[in-house]
């Protein structure tokens, strides 16, 4: 192939040539053809030089341009499939343009489009250019007023930012109203959502004595109270951004808006978040535990936006991770204060292990603030959020709270109304903190996870004990080389006696290659706990003996250091039945592994059921893949399972009785969310010990109950085995009443069983009549999930690739972002043997190879192929 795209480059960012200081929009809806008249109050930036005012804009038909007050005649300025320029605009000016659209042709969700009946937008990155034509770059601030007429019967409610300040009704079977954003903003936080929707409506009181009205709106057919907890999830939010940052929020409304086409998972448009149905709709019969905190994390996510992205924002795209590492770090640690800390920790130290380090180490790896792209919509990756949430984290571990919150402090007091850049986020810190941060930035120039050696020795003579510390970092595309990070290593000691406390607890700073720390009075040989509360994301490899494994998981009393030790325990002795295939008599589960869990489940030992679920859940099959190149998919799925069914049998007893003996509550609070946890926990183990003698157990759990979270426990318990009971509870769950959130549950059920026949029953899915292509979520819930499913996905006859192949073709047609996420997996060739690299390189050709193919999946399939 030597079709090449455009790149755009970090460092050729200049100023914008004209700034904009008002906007009026306005939209005069229609389900066909849409008109767009927008007014824009502009001026030439001073410090630019520049004469024609060129404006972005996408798929919209221009049907007159004005320049104060006097139609352009045609010459005076020109369109392109991307631009319009206007010829020689004097110093300041009002230009006026009037464009159509079709909101009911936009299948790629980005822009003004329909969602069900409904209209909606989404405009970050680039989908404001869809709808008019603007300066669509976040560095552009303006103040927006919005007017919008529409049919009143299909269209009862118009929404737009800010407050409402107009409303009428019209002669003719429609109704207007104008809204008023009274703060600037840049384009991308655009929204307007015109439809039928039913409402609840809360307030909140701010520490200076405001109220804010708060509104959740869910399309015309929910339920208004399946969006209670998402009302609930937002007043919680504001008093905690309240509490820890001292940030109010300012307008006198905040309204969320649930819709069920949707790319991402929520958009935080100022004063009206528009939401995937997935991060709003909460009913006892419908979501499990993980979808409450999802919702809670997502909403408050999208509010923490309103201080982190809105009122301070990015000055270029380059910049995403300032608004959105910053904002998945303090929702991280939002939810770690709703729910229990040490488990939401966990859960996000395992999201980023299986996620994002497979994007480190993968043809895309880049750094969380990269230097170039050719499609924006590329980078809003695991990298950019989650990884660029840990260099947070860091930063706060580095300087500690206090002097982190001072930080923040100095951050939006200097920057507030303004389009900054990811350096200015770490001035702020520096600044507040007298540190140094120049070595530490590496982080957002580098991409690839570091890995830490470690070595240890103690000198019985002078009690001293030496621990070795020498990092590196892979090479990845672009960056044969890295320069050793700054990053904060946190350790302890601990005395082989056994003690409620570590005799060292200490945050080393690692700066070089490497580094000896020598700690003296050390009475004996002590067994080093390292990289407690996972303090910097990385890789970190020592020769621990099983017994320290034992040791830590028994005594540690860092959550994130107790877990991982079990977590090392369980993925050796996987990896170990891995390598040494031929043994199948040998045991996968050690003894002294059973010994310590056996002492783990005595009641009262671990008194936080859900940390003690985590504790006892073997790492993913994704995750112990990563640890082997080539992948060994069977071999890896069969070992799991054998480990599985080994660690059943061998504790069946506290199995049994920890099962019989919860009986968790049908609601959703902390105490319930561990009961459900370890029960199902010992479910599934149960099953996996002997599926004859189990089943009906995990039958009767689901047949006995309406509340959704206990019926779809049990289901997880069945969802590899092969039986009646399982194919009973998957009737009653896949009929033409389930409503689309259920749907999306029981796809990705069946995406992700381990079963010989879910290839087949996907490619069933595919054709059945529940099942919508152009929706996002039902294309995540079963395509993107059965790309996670590494054993089925990889099959050896490469009737996965070519499956995933076919459908990032067919949906990259109508919508690229969707074909985006869609086309990952396949993204991956260097992690499987010759024959498989040979089918995956074939699929991702014929990929290439597609006329019209977006520049989405464009970019990311030549960059997987220019890997050698
Ligand atoms: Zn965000």
Sequence with gaps: MTETRPVIYLQDYTEPPFLIDK?????????????????????????????????????IQLYSVALNGTVLAEQAYK?????????????????????????????????????????????????????????????????????????????????????????????????????????????????????????????????????????????HDADPEEGRFALESLQRAMRWDEVQYGREYDLAIYMIVAVSDFNMGAMENKGLNIFNTKYVLARSDRVIDTDYVGIEGVVGHEYFH???????????????????????????????????????????????????????????????????????????????????????????????????????????????????????????????????????????????????????????????YHLTVRQSCPATPGQPTKLPFHLPFRIALWAQTGAAQPIVERTLELTEETHTFTFTDIQAAPIPSLLRDFSAPVIVNYPYTEDELCFLLKHETDPFAKWEAGQRYMTRAILHAVDNVDELHVRVVPTCLVEAYQHLLTPGIVTDLAFLARLLTPPSEMYLNQQRTPMRVEKVSECRIRFKQELGIALRAEWERWYHMLKPLAVYTPAAVGERALRDLALMYLVAADAEAFRHLAYRQAEGTTYFADRWGAMMALRDVACEERLTLIKRLHTAETPALVLN????????????????????????????????????????????????????????????????????????????????????????????????????????????????????????????
């Design 745 to 868: 549950k029981f796809f990705t059920y069946e995406a992700t069983a381990l079963l010989a026949g879910t290839y087949d029953r996907v490619k069933q899915l595919l054709k059945d009549r529940s099942f919508d292509l152009h929706n996002p979520n039902n294309v995540y819930a079963l395509l993107v999930a059965f790309g996670t499913n590494e054993t089925q996905f990889h099959h050896v006859s490469g009737r996965g690739y070519t499956l995933i192949a076919d459908y990032v073709i067919c949906v990259d047609a109508f919508n690229p972002q969707v074909a985006g996420r869609l086309v990952m997996p396949l993204l991956r060739w260097q992690r499987v043997d010759t024959a498989r690299q040979a089918m995956m390189k074939a699929a991702l050709t014929r990929i290439l190879k597609t006329a019209n193919l977006s520049s989405d999946v464009y970019e990311l399939v030549s960059k997987a192929l220019a890997v050698s």
């Design 79 to 219: 369109v392109t499939p991307h631009t319009l320029a206007v010829y020689n605009v004097p110093d300041a000016f009002q230009l006026e343009t009037e464009v159509g659209l079709s909101a009911y042709d936009n299948t790629e969700l980005s822009g003004l489009y329909r969602s069900r009946a409904n209209f909606c937008t989404q405009c970050e990155p680039h989908g404001f250019r869809r709808i008019t034509y603007y300066l669509d770059r976040p560095d552009v601030m303006a103040c927006f007023t919005t007017s919008i007429t529409a049919r009143k019967d299909r269209y009862p409610l118009l929404l737009s930012n800010g407050n409402l300040v107009d409303e009428q009704t019209l002669s003719d079977g429609r109704h207007y109203v104008r809204w008023e954003d009274p703060s600037r903003k840049p384009a991308y936080l655009f929204a307007l959502v015109a439809g039928d929707f039913q409402s609840i409506t809360g307030e909140h009181r701010t520490p200076s004595g405001r109220i804010v009205t708060l509104k959740v709106y869910v399309e």
């Design 23 to 59: 906007v009026h929009l306005h939209f005069d809806l229609h389900e066909g053809e849409t008109r767009v008249k927008t007014l824009l109050d502009m001026r030439r930036n001073p410090l630019v030089p520049t004469a024609d005012l060129v404006l972005n804009g996408e798929k």
């Design 306 to 464: 309103n201080w982190t992205g809105n009122r301070v924002t990015c000055r270029d795209w380059f910049q995403i991770t300032l608004k959105e590492g910053l904002t998945v770090f303090r929702d991280e640690t939002f939810t770690e204060d709703m729910t229990s800390q040490g488990v939401a920790h966990i859960d996000t130290v395992n999201g980023l292990r299986t996620q994002q380090f497979l994007e480190d180490a993968g043809p895309t790896a880049h750094p969380i603030r990269p230097a170039s792209y050719i499609e924006v919509n590329n980078f809003y990756t695991n990298t950019v959020y989650r990884k660029g949430a840990q260099v947070i984290r860091m930063i706060r571990t580095l300087i500690g709270k206090e002097a982190f919150r001072q930080g923040m402090d100095v951050y939006f007091e200097r920057h507030d109304g303004q389009a900054v850049t990811t350096d200015d986020f770490v001035a702020a810190m520096a600044d507040a903190s007298g540190r140094d941060f120049t070595q530490f930035k590496r982080w957002y120039d580098q991409a690839g996870t570091p890995v830490l050696d470690v070595s240890s020795q103690y000198d019985t003579q002078t009690k001293t």
